[in-house]
């Protein structure tokens, strides 16, 4: 097997199991509030991924991409610690148990770093050639 195959196949291991745990905070307390973090989760790469690309000029020298990369960067962030919040926040307020709201933290992040560990690792460099 190539080293991409395993790749995928660890990856989509992890995903399953953060979705499990996900699965498992609302089913076991009976309250379907914390799937609220896979969504979070799920939605998070898309603002860094569709304002990568504004604003790229070829010709400027400089790497940081301006203003849309950096809003784009700023509203992931701003989801990911939504991701990260909302069960601390519903485990404060009672809403959810402290022990779903733990199963679920530790579910989302174990998505949103399979989403990231994907990206990173099949991104193609470009070449200064291309």
Not at 85 to 92: F, N, S
Not at 103 to 109: L, N, R
Request: aromatic share 10%; charged share 10%.
């Amino acid at each position: 097997m190539s080293a991409g195959l395993r790749t995928v196949i660890l990856l989509s291991f992890v995903l399953a199991v953060g979705f499990l745990l996900i699965i498992l905070s609302c089913a076991l307390w009976s309250n379907w509030l914390p799937l609220l973090v896979a969504l979070t989760f799920v939605l998070a790469p898309l603002p860094n991924a569709l304002f990568s690309h504004c604003g790229s000029d070829e010709f400027s020298s400089y790497e940081g991409g301006g203003g849309p990369v950096d809003m784009g960067r700023f509203l992931t962030s701003l989801i990911v610690i939504t991701g990260f919040a909302l069960p601390i926040v519903l485990a404060h307020s009672g809403i959810i148990d402290s022990k779903a709201s733990a199963m679920s933290i530790v579910g989302g992040g174990l998505v949103y770093g399979t989403i990231i560990a994907y990206s990173a690792a099949f991104t193609q460099s470009e070449s200064e050639y291309d």
